[in-house]
């Protein structure tokens, strides 16, 4: 832990420097429990943009290939990441992230898989859903407005949490579930723009 707080530290300082982030939304972040975190996914900066604007520590998955890194594999587990195998069902992943949920923590996730080269919000993947249906966790949307330009705006807007407990008690498909998390981020993202 001393170690994530020491990077989110770092990494704040930098990105803040680089860009004029703006936060929006965050009185909607529980303070506590589970926390199913999902955004659109713009940059590869994604994840530490979230990790310095999350009120919360949060745990992201991230593609095995990064764990094979010389420095990544250190790194990572100590900020927090675990990873998934990508273009397959990964039990293992789905299994610790259930795990994470489970024991009162936020878990970050970018549902479209991949970043968006066009900058739309794309298709989710049904990870997202999997991981709202099957734990209790708080379902939060979040949106990061670009374009990462130097010294350009960036803003990162968390919604209230969904509702998911006629989603949850309905029995939707995974695919289902996530469809209404992507139209929650697109929502924000059109309701926060310029």
Not at 23 to 32: A, L, R, T, V
Not at 110 to 130: C, H, I, M, Q
């Amino acid at each position: 832990m001393k170690f994530y707080i020491f990077a989110r530290t770092v990494v704040k300082g930098i990105l803040k420097v680089l860009y004029r982030v703006e936060i929006k939304g965050i009185e909607h972040f529980p303070k506590s429990g589970g926390v199913l975190l999902c955004s659109n996914h713009i940059s590869n900066l994604d994840p530490p943009m979230v990790g310095i604007t999350c009120p919360r520590p949060v745990s992201f998955m991230a593609k095995e290939e990064l764990f094979k890194a010389p420095v990544l594999k250190w790194v990572l587990p100590h900020v927090r990441a675990f990873p998934v195998k990508r273009g397959m069902s990964d039990r293992g992943a789905l299994r610790t992230g259930l795990k994470v949920l489970k024991e009162g923590h936020v878990i970050g996730l970018f549902p479209e898989g991949t970043r968006s080269k066009t900058g739309e919000v794309g298709k989710g993947l049904a990870g997202a859903g999997f991981f709202a249906l099957r734990s209790e966790a708080a379902v939060l949307p979040c949106a990061i407005i670009g374009p990462y330009k130097p010294f350009g705006k960036i803003t990162v807007v968390y919604g209230p949490p969904i509702d998911f407990e006629e989603i949850r008690r309905e029995k939707r498909s995974a695919e289902e579930a996530t469809e209404v998390i992507m139209s929650h981020i697109k929502k924000l993202i059109n309701d926060n723009k310029g």
